[in-house]
Nanobody, 116 residues
Framework: QVQLREFGGGLVQAGGSLRLSCRAS?????????MGWYRQVPGDERELVAL??????TYYGESVKGRFTISRDSTKQVSLQMNSLKPEDTAVYYC??????????WGQGTRVTVSS
């Protein structure tokens, strides 16, 4: 069973920085096709923040481009450096893992709160 463990999150002032990390277990490295982060606020759909695939290509949501950077620390661990944070970045951030077979795996979520 795939498990995603998330690290980081918390409270920060606007303009500050935070770093999130996600480590996967229960899945073989060769089966992982992409890892990344989504976020969600109550009443809204979950949206893409950033994703990196097994070829090293990265994808970002429009609202975070130029401020957030995703990196692949290993085949089963990714980090998200979030700079110049804004109050509208406040959300629960979920780690996501895509694999060659089976549904996407999701972490339990870590809360990021940006105060103005």
């Amino acid at each position: 069973q795939v498990q995603l463990r998330e690290f980081g999150g918390g409270l920060v002032q606007a303009g500050g920085s935070l770093r999130l990390s996600c480590r996967a277990s229960g899945v073989i490295s060769s089966a992982v096709t992409a890892m990344g982060w989504y976020r969600q606020v109550p009443g809204d759909e979950r949206e893409l923040v950033a994703l990196v695939d097994d070829g090293g290509s990265t994808y970002y949501g429009e609202s975070v481009k130029g401020r957030f950077t995703i990196s692949r620390d290993s085949t089963k661990q990714v980090s998200l450096q979030m700079n110049s944070l804004k109050p509208e970045d406040t959300a629960v951030y979920y780690c996501n893992l895509r694999r060659t077979t089976g549904p996407d795996a999701w972490g339990q979520g870590t809360r990021v709160t940006v105060s103005s």
